[in-house]
């Protein structure tokens, strides 16, 4: 971009993580794309964001001028829930419900049969800091006994002598009318101002005591930590800056100011994940892979999601920890897996990797004042799969300091092993963990992984994600441009979302269409309303209907797309069938015909259509093949003379055999022995195992024969035969995988495939 251009054109999405910040910048009017990443810092994210944003800036050649506007995807909210002590928190709530969080739910996790073991987690809030006011609705929102307003005050003033500065207000029925919750809030406002004050009807407005309460105290627990936050970055961002657009990711899938999540932050629990979720499904969209799993693999954690159809399951029934947060959110699964995740020995002896990370600071051995213990990029280090400095050479690495460590813990195992060995059963446990949480994603819900490919990004990922690929035996492993920066990208290829919610209970023989009809006209005024608010223009409005469903006894609901146009006979058949195919995909039968429904919530999601970025084809490639560099890559037990490969030189339609090492800024990916790799147009790495390949072959001209294999004594290298060692097979059913540690089993559990 031009220095001082006429209009804003470039779109800046930064994703803050445990050990990088990742930033990305799109010219609105070129299509071009650039990223680069710095160092976060935990004890103020926000500094790291905003030298991300200096440093995308310069790299473009671009102004404050040329800013069209910040989307970001944060974790502050889950790192307060997952690392604060919650111990500033009250709860207000209706007369004779001050157990409503010891009561909870009858549910054990892992089913019952783990009610001998599962020790029920602390309280959100102690039963001192609780307190009960007068006054009742019924179930339709209608009073009983009104608001006693002394009961209130009392309880305001018990808070501020405690010194509770994050208060929820959760009463019973509010869902149905939030008037004493809301006339509660404004004397709790008046005699306590300093206090941060949550609302269920507000976050939550649906029926369930117990999920709408610890939903609505989350969100008041994380909202000082999220205010403190976005008020850093607008300090740190600058006057100028400042006035940009500053949208934040949502756990949902969409995108919103900064003033509409301070209103509701729980709704950001997930924001980081949740982006690149959204991002993967745009690369699966291109490469032609709908149905996939998506590996984000950074410093101190991996984030899984199930994509089908090319869409990301979002779900209103997950968790944050042991939260159960009921708000929209994109399904992501995460261990304790990441480049930085420590390895250690247990009490028993055995070695284990995670869930202690070294984050960016210390970070791991091999950084510049790295941490004390070797982590999996010590491993891979050491390993020769990753190379000897980072994101393009801003990070210098200390391979001996690396191999120091691992030597160092290697003693403390049994036997003589070599730190190389080490390092290999450092990789192969680590493999292992995202297999197996592969399997429990897909296996668990009747899914066969088999038919599924495996998109993997982020700094860490795609070094070993063509090894979980094998162990899983998915359909390929797909690697997106700029891995390191996916998220990033996920942030300028979402749309704008407000999600609303109405409970009301209908019985199939007692449907009131007009009143459906109503609560519907509400819900798309609000979400018409807010987006507004956010500034988006009215002809670029999208409203979507759901509902959530059940028959008629069961507890809980499933949740399907509602018709749009007129509320009349044909929407609801179109409803009620809609809800017996979800049924029926979901759980495996159906009642059609045999069992009366319930309408149970109405909700409807407004949507700000936004311009997507494009994905630009590779140019041909210019003048002569580039000859690949050479270094020596850990496969199988000994070192393999390996072609080295830079991304950038890389052209459309080549076909390399593995194993060969491809690097580019900020990420690495490692083609093992029995792999193939492809090109397709747009630059995205497809890696397929030999014998699931395509069976058109060709040896790229930039790789001359003989590519180089070992033999199985003596380690040194021998020109290989034209048949790629295969990677080992999975263990047999119902047995466990042997790791390269002596003394340690992965944990593998045959999941019935």
């Known amino acids: 971009m031009a220095q001082g251009a006429t209009h804003p054109r ?71 829930l997952l690392q604060g002590a919650i111990d500033s928190l009250g709860l207000i709530v209706t007369e004779g419900f001050r157990h409503v969080l010891e009561i909870a739910r009858q549910s054990v996790p892992d089913g019952y049969g783990n009610s001998y073991f599962w020790v029920k987690p602390d309280r959100l809030v102690p039963l001192h800091r ?79 005591e117990y999920e709408r309460t610890v939903t609505t105290l989350v969100d008041a627990f994380v909202k000082p930590h999220v205010g403190r936050y976005l008020r850093r970055i607008a300090d740190e961002l ?39 979720a959204l991002g993967s499904a745009v690369i699966a969209e291109i490469a032609g892979f709908p149905d996939l799993v998506t590996l984000d693999a950074g410093g101190t954690s991996t984030d899984l999601c199930l994509i089908e159809g090319g869409r990301p399951t979002v779900t209103n029934g997950g968790s944050v920890g042991p939260f159960p947060v009921r708000v929209p959110m994109i399904d992501i699964k995460t261990i304790g897996t990441g480049g930085g995740s420590i390895a250690w020995i247990s009490r028993e002896g055995h070695l284990k990797v995670g869930p202690k990370s070294a984050g960016a600071d210390p970070g791991p051995m091999c950084y510049p004042n790295g941490g004390d ?132 209970v209908m019985h199939e023989s007692a449907i009131d269409l007009a009143a459906v009809a109503a609560i519907y006209r509400g819900l798309e005024a609000d979400a018409s309303s807010t987006l507004e608010r956010d500034g988006i223009a009215p002809e670029r409005v999208r409203l979507v209907r ?20 007129l509320v009349d006979e044909a929407f609801l058949s179109g409803l009620i069938e809609a809800f017996h195919a979800a049924h029926l995909r979901t759980f495996g039968y159906d009642y059609a015909g045999r069992q009366k429904v319930e309408l149970v919530n109405f909700t409807v999601s ?105 033999d199985g004594e003596g380690g040194e290298p021998q020109a290989r035969s034209d048949v790629a060692t295969p990677l080992p097979d999975p263990p047999p059913q119902g047995g466990r995988e042997q790791s390269a540690v002596r003394g340690e089993r992965t944990g593998y559990q045959d999941l019935g495939l």
């Open 10 to 80: 470039l779109r800046i999405g930064i994703d803050t993580g445990g050990t990088f910040t990742d930033i990305v910048a799109v010219d609105a009017a070129s299509g071009a794309m650039r990223v680069t990443k710095v160092a976060s810092t935990p004890h103020n994210p926000a500094i790291g964001l905003v030298r991300g944003v200096t440093a995308i800036l310069k790299d473009a050649g671009g102004t404050v001028a040329d800013v069209a506007g910040l989307a970001h995807g944060t974790t502050v909210a889950t790192n307060a």
């Open 130 to 208: 609780v307190h009960e006011i007068g006054g009742r609705l019924n179930v339709r929102g209608e009073e009983l006994r009104p608001l006693d307003q002394e009961s209130v005050r009392a309880a305001a003033r018990a808070f501020k002598q405690q010194g509770v500065r994050a208060i929820g207000i959760c009463l019973i029925h509010a869902y149905a009318n939030p008037d004493h919750e809301r006339r509660a809030a404004a004397i709790v406002a008046e005699e306590y101002p300093e206090a941060v004050l949550s609302l269920s009807c507000e976050v939550l407005p649906e029926y369930r």
């Open 238 to 276: 600058g006057s100028e800056l400042r006035e940009k657009p500053f949208l934040v990711m949502q756990s949902s899938g969409g995108v919103a100011s900064a003033e509409q999540v301070m209103k509701k932050p729980i709704t950001t629990a997930l924001s980081g994940p949740a982006a690149g």
């Open 373 to 504: 213990e070797p982590t999996i990029t010590d491993a891979n280090l050491v390993l020769g799969r990753i190379p000897p400095a980072l994101i393009g050479g801003g990070i210098a690495l200390d391979r001996e300091r690396a191999r120091a460590g691992l030597a160092a813990l290697a003693a403390k195992l049994p036997g003589e092993m070599s730190p190389e060995r080490l390092a290999e059963g450092i990789i192969e446990i680590a493999n292992w963990n995202q297999a197996n949480a592969i399997r429990q994603m897909t296996v668990q819900r009747g899914i066969d992984p088999r038919d599924f490919a495996l998109l993997s990004f982020g700094g860490s990922g795609p070094a070993q994600s063509p090894a979980v690929m094998a162990l899983v035996g998915m359909k390929a492993c797909i690697v997106p441009p700029n891995p390191g920066n996916l998220s990033a990208f996920g942030l300028l290829a979402v749309d704008w979302r407000t999600d609303h919610i109405v409970t009301k």
């Open 546 to 565: 759901e509902a959530d469903l059940r028959y008629a006894g069961q507890s809980m609901e499933v949740r399907v797309v509602a018709p749009a146009g």
């Open 606 to 710: 407004g949507f700000g259509v936004i311009e997507r970025p494009a994905m630009p084809r590779l140019a041909p490639r210019s003048g002569a093949p580039v000859m690949p560099a050479r270094r020596p890559v850990w496969f199988g037990g000994a070192f393999v003379d390996t072609p080295v490969l830079q991304r950038a030189t890389l052209s459309a339609g080549e076909t390399i055999f593995g194993p060969l090492v491809v690097e580019e800024f900020g990420s690495t990916t490692v083609v093992f022995p029995g792999q193939t790799l492809e090109v397709d147009p747009h630059g995205i790495l497809i890696i397929h195992n030999t014998d699931a390949a395509p069976s058109a072959r060709r040896a790229p001209s930039s790789l001359p024969p003989p590519l180089w294999g070992r």
